[in-house]
């Protein structure tokens, strides 16, 4: 046989061999990818098959497949976003509800009011939520005054961001019967003007007396907002959360049944533990409350208050769940947020870690505040710290007030935490901050707020590297629930899950990393979000 025969005949032999193996259903081109193995940006085109990375490889290689072609747009293509702490149901509401979040002004926040007001003629109520004088340059609460202008024939109640307040109209405080008389309830208290008539500013428990005219919500409106909730997240560029809403698990079966495009992974209430399911369901309880509202539990009185905080669960409660898990094999996620929170919630985890040769992942959510002692036992127990980065550049304006300055030396210590091998998945809690993929990345790797302020003592060798930051929203979230092998990396073998973004947030300046945009959410090798 002729010799050129003979490499012609192999080489039609050899195609169909080679394009089985490289062709899929699917080729992504025209992009630059984050691939594993180099761990670095490469012009690659990527296959998929059963919603799987079949190949990486050069788009010359994939001449001869047929399959539909996706154009990238010379989008950076990183593993699929996850945002391994946020309550999406809340992200939902926000956007259905009057959203009062962000106002540089007193006017600002009236000028919303006035035009949802005009938008929406047929409402029974306004409720919005999220105002704040933090930002204003006059501080002083707006009025019920303020408001009647706008509306003073149906109900108006607006909560401040943290939910210790509303401010609500005289509509409100007439169909509530507060009046010149009405007493401040216990723990509450009804602002009120010289004249003595209530001002519309009503704190704690006094909230309660308006409560009642708030429709509660129906299943109905709570499947609207999750799966609002699970659409805005595609938008942002996440292809993942984990909720840590502590559900009942008849409620998770409902939000599991709308079948969003989204991953989620779920958190129980402990009363349903017996649900659990690792992987997919964790339990999910708290240890004590925030250092912004000083609940959360600390070894030494507050900088600005003579207190240490709450602890909220009981020790023997606790245990038990926490041998009901184990027993199960089940996963646990605990609140804690002071350094005694922490240290409390690590001696229950311990009692049952110690030597164990289970792979339980256990986490503890925020972990604000860790001593340096309690963070070498995240390491030596496998204890996952799930924490916050844009929560350390909303809570930098306050923090030293409350913890002092020699706490933060070991607060927000995400550097520390990593440098000591433990492992560290990032969330953003939305909606407390807003759940934006690229603000919690540039929180993690400036560690300043978005105008690129930062305080006095506030650690700035905390901040994470560019490749660190990618890993605690992508590889290790992937981890946290069991599933390293099938997510958070860009490898053969694993979901098509990415996040294209229109710059290389590796390598970009700081700011810019704000102002870069979402080109398109890929989940399981569908584009479920296209930049227009
Ligand atoms: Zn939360």
Request: a positive charge; glycine letters at 8%.
């Given at each position: 046989m002729n010799k050129n025969l003979l490499i012609i005949i192999m080489i039609n032999l050899c195609i169909p061999l080679f394009s089985k193996n490289i062709c899929g259903e699917k080729i992504l081109f025209n992009g630059n990818i984050f691939v594993e193995a180099t761990r670095s940006i490469e012009n690659k085109a990527i296959s998929i098959k059963d919603q799987r990375i079949n190949y990486i490889g050069e788009l010359d290689e994939f001449k001869i497949c047929k399959e539909e072609k996706v154009d990238l747009k010379k989008g950076y293509v990183f593993p699929g976003f996850v945002d391994a702490h946020a309550h999406l149901k809340g992200v939902g509401y926000r956007q259905l509800k009057l959203d009062l979040s962000n106002t540089s002004s007193k006017e600002e926040m009236l000028q919303r009011v006035k035009v949802y007001n005009d938008k929406n003629q047929n409402m029974q109520i306004i409720f919005g939520e999220g105002w704040i004088e933090k930002n204003w340059s006059d501080k002083t609460f707006p009025t019920r005054f303020d408001l009647d202008e706008i509306n003073s024939d149906i109900p108006i109640i607006l909560e401040r961001a943290d939910g210790h307040a509303f401010l609500v109209n005289s509509k409100a405080l007439t169909l509530s019967n507060i009046d010149l008389v009405t007493k401040n309830p216990s723990g509450g208290e009804i602002e009120r003007l010289s004249d003595g008539r209530a001002n519309g500013i009503l704190i704690d428990t006094a909230k309660?007396?308006?409560?009642?005219l708030i429709p509660a919500q129906t299943i109905e409106d709570e499947k609207n907002a999750f799966a609002l909730g699970a659409k805005i997240y595609q938008q942002r560029g996440w292809t993942g959360m984990h909720d840590a809403d502590s559900l009942f698990v008849e409620k998770i079966r409902i939000f599991e049944n709308l079948d969003l495009d989204l991953k989620i992974h779920f958190s129980l209430n402990q009363e349903d533990y017996e649900h659990c399911i690792k992987g997919r369901r964790s339990i999910k309880i708290y240890a004590d409350g925030a250092i912004g509202s000083r609940g959360a539990a600390l070894f030494e009185n507050y900088e600005d208050k003579d207190s240490k905080g709450l602890i909220i669960y009981d020790q023997n409660e606790v245990r038990q769940l926490l041998k009901n898990l184990y027993e199960r094999d089940c996963q646990i996620q605990i609140h804690a947020i002071g350094d005694r929170g922490n240290s409390m919630t690590l001696d229950l985890y311990q009692e049952f870690l110690e030597g164990t040769n289970k792979d339980l992942r256990w986490r503890i959510e925020h972990a604000q505040n860790v001593t340096e002692k309690d963070q070498q036992r995240f390491k030596k127990y496998n204890v996952i710290a799930s924490m916050q980065p844009s929560h350390a550049i909303g809570d930098l304006h306050f923090a030293k007030d409350r913890l002092g300055l020699e706490r933060l030396d070991y607060a927000y210590a995400w550097k520390s935490f990593i440098e000591k091998g433990v492992v560290i998945v990032g969330g953003s809690d939305a909606p407390v901050e807003f759940g934006d993929p690229l603000q919690e990345y540039y929180a993690a790797v400036t560690r300043k707020d978005l105008t690129g302020f930062h305080d006095e003592g506030?650690?700035?060798?905390?901040a994470l590297s560019r490749e660190e930051a990618l890993d605690i929203f992508t590889k290790w979230p992937a981890y946290a629930i069991f599933q390293e092998e099938d997510l958070g990396t860009i490898e053969v073998?694993?979901?098509?899950d990415f996040s294209v973004f229109d710059k290389n947030i590796l390598t970009i300046d700081n700011m810019d990393i704000l102002d870069t945009k979402v080109v398109m959410t890929i989940i399981n090798g569908e584009v479920v979000y296209t930049h227009e």
């Open positions: 309660n007396l308006v409560q009642q506030w650690n700035l060798q905390q073998g694993k979901y098509a």
